[in-house]
């Protein structure tokens, strides 16, 4: 059970002045100097994660993004998104190739847990890249464990992290601190705690806390624009922990810019809020 009282772990405050920076790029800049992220995922009814994803990765800066999803799903991944290279795979098998060209794989937007999302996800659990798993990733995940990637960053909303940890949805907020810890040790990753109060732990025990963001973010698809943008903060060679409190603070602040207009945001008015503010903190040139 978590233990309610943990005073060495007063989580450092998320701003502007303590999170890290992008560096600027220089004049010589070109795509391949931003990394490659691969976002796997898009069962039968659910491509719109991935393309949240996808288009999240691209507008945060990759140099390259790629996407594996569902053959169904392509006809409206190349109109909504032609700069992303997007492919579609039936088996694990498929899946090798593009592995091996990326830098960063994103896995778990509209994954499912059946028998095609536990195949793709065989196929990422070998690779060495620096990985962000969300959503049926991390369900899957709580079925079996899998060893994760040096690097990766897991993104559990609570009812995720209860699965994880095998507690109850009540246990994890109860004592969020506890839980992202404990699922950071676990899983040897980065961990983003979601919720109100975002937190963000690692496995040497640093914890981060997100005051940042407005209660009309409570909708679908803001969890898997989240997950593009640490691909995209990590292809960019951020560190995991970086990686996670940037993203998360970027996150946060875009949807608190929107939600001053009221109910009904969409995850997709997010992307190019994340942008603008990533702009602010980190400009592409100086």
């Not at 940890?165 to 506890?178: F, N, Y």
């Not at 994340?274 to 980190?282: A, C, F, K």
Request: hydrophobic share 50%; net charge neutral; charged share 15%.
């Amino acid at each position: 059970m978590p233990q309610t009282k943990h005073p060495a772990n007063q989580p450092l405050v998320l701003t502007s002045v303590t999170l890290a920076s992008l560096a600027p790029r220089s004049n010589a800049a070109h795509k391949g100097d931003f990394g490659h992220v691969l976002v796997v995922g898009g069962d039968r009814g659910t491509g719109g994660a991935v393309l949240l994803s996808a288009e999240a990765a691209l507008r945060c800066g990759a140099g390259l993004v790629s996407l594996a999803t569902r053959s169904e799903q392509l006809p409206a991944a190349l109109a909504r998104l032609p700069e992303v290279m997007s492919l579609g795979v039936h088996s694990a098998n498929q899946l090798m190739a593009p592995i091996e060209r990326a830098t960063v794989l994103v896995v778990g937007p509209g994954l499912g847990q059946a028998a095609w999302g536990r195949s793709l996800l065989s196929a990422v659990v070998p690779a060495r890249h620096a990985q962000v798993w969300d959503a049926d990733a991390l369900n899957l995940l709580a079925q079996a464990p899998l060893p994760l990637a040096a690097g990766s960053i897991i993104t559990p909303h609570p009812g995720e992290a209860a699965r994880l940890l095998g507690i109850s949805t009540e246990a994890v907020q109860a004592d969020r601190s506890w839980a992202a810890l404990k699922l950071a040790r676990k899983y040897a990753a980065v961990c983003v705690l979601k919720g109100a109060g975002t937190l963000v732990a690692d496995p040497a025990g640093q914890l981060a806390l997100c005051q940042r963001g407005h209660p009309a973010m409570a909708g679908a698809g803001l969890g898997d624009v989240l997950s593009g943008v640490l691909g995209a903060l990590l292809a960019q060679g951020m560190p995991a922990w970086d990686a996670a409190c940037l993203g998360v603070w970027l996150h946060a602040c875009a949807g608190e810019r929107l939600g001053v207009q009221g109910r009904g945001l969409a995850a997709s008015d997010l992307i190019p809020v994340i942008r603008q503010v990533l702009e602010e903190h980190s400009a592409c040139q100086v």
